[in-house]
């Protein structure tokens, strides 16, 4: 039943900028891990802003492995009524426990991107520390993904009620050198002229079918740690199936940055490589710079740019099929839907005040 309870999350609207620090020991553009990721968020001032409490106050104070000792609980089925359930000496780990003035807060942060999250990775740390505190719990769940704090403030109303969680704010950050323009697009769009129109019958690699071009970005700053990586050790870091692994490495060789090593894993290409040197700015322009190659991107990022709206799935199977892309049906229709998340990506990046 515990498995089946998750939290759906989804983008705040709002995107808040805010300056590195000269910190000669944190890469604030190659926060690679979820521990690096908590210490940019502290150094930055990101999590008072969030908790909106004064600049420096919230220290982090504990972390990792605990026992939750025993406890019992509520929780609601789904189809009416509910349960308790009795815990006794489990195991959690917390990524990040902070104090202030006001308050304990309890972090559970992740690196890759993931549309929800099971609500006993906050429910567990908080019954736990709810017996060892005066304080209120604040519970935070952080996902530092392309280089943006997406951040979710929740609370149980009723501490014995695991199915009271409740989304208080939500809030995203990043960083100011980061900021991108319309401008900036056009003119990589302007720059480049498209090498292949993807006819299935002339390219080697298959089109993409990888709808969250989040994911590429997240797998290529883990290829960027790692000298290679197999589909099962991507599936187990992204937290998908095989399936999907494959998937979204063919992506990363469809954009060239990826390139298959002997043992039939993936690693980054030269060029690959060369772009994760870069600043998350330029390195988001780069990668755009590689998607508008193909044709179908850099035609439909015309038309948005020109009537500021994204196709429709109709229309981008319609070009697919004038270019002989991938055979007609439910492969197309896959595809389109990844040609639309990727255009989706690049329309995320801009902000102009």
Request: aromatic share 12%.
């Amino acid at each position: 039943m515990l498995k089946r309870i998750i939290i759906s999350i989804k983008p705040a609207n709002d995107l808040v900028y805010v300056p590195t620090k000269p910190y000669e020991s944190i890469d604030f553009d190659h926060l690679t891990s979820e521990s690096n990721a908590i210490n940019a968020m502290s150094a930055t001032g990101i999590l008072d802003m969030f908790l909106d409490v004064p600049m420096g106050t919230t220290v982090e104070t504990f972390n990792g492995r605990m026992g939750t000792g025993a406890f019992s609980f509520n929780v609601n089925h789904l189809g009416g009524g509910s349960s308790t359930i009795r815990v006794n000496s489990a195991q959690l780990e917390i990524d990040g426990g902070f104090e202030n003035d006001d308050s304990v807060i309890i972090m559970e942060a992740k690196n890759v991107p993931h549309p929800d999250f099971h609500v006993r990775q906050l429910y567990f740390p908080y019954r736990l520390w709810l017996n060892k505190v005066h304080k209120p719990i604040r519970l935070v769940f952080s996902q530092y993904v392309d280089s943006i704090y997406h951040l979710f403030e929740y609370e149980f109303a009723d501490p014995d009620d695991y199915s009271s969680i409740r989304l208080v704010q939500q809030c995203d950050y990043t960083f100011q050198s980061s900021r991108i323009t319309w401008n900036d697009l056009h003119e990589i769009w302007g720059n480049t002229s498209p090498t292949t129109d993807d006819n299935q019958e002339e390219v080697d690699t298959p089109f993409v079918q990888a709808d969250t071009f989040t994911n590429v970005i997240t797998l290529m700053q883990r290829l960027d740690q790692e000298k290679s990586m197999n589909a099962a050790e991507i599936a187990g870091y992204m937290e998908f199936d095989p399936r999907q692994a494959n998937y979204y490495s063919a992506a990363g060789e469809y954009l060239g940055v990826f390139e298959r090593t002997p043992s039939g894993g993936v690693s980054l290409s030269r060029e690959g490589r060369q772009i994760m040197a870069l600043h998350v700015r330029e390195r988001r322009l780069a990668i755009v710079e590689l998607i508008f190659k193909h044709e179908i991107f850099h035609y439909f990022f015309g038309l948005m740019y020109g009537n500021g709206e994204l196709p429709s799935k109709a229309d981008i199977i319609e070009r697919m099929s004038l270019h002989n892309i991938c055979n007609e049906g439910s492969t197309m229709n896959r595809r389109a839907s990844s040609v639309l998340g990727w255009l989706r990506w690049i329309v995320s990046l801009v902000d102009e005040e």
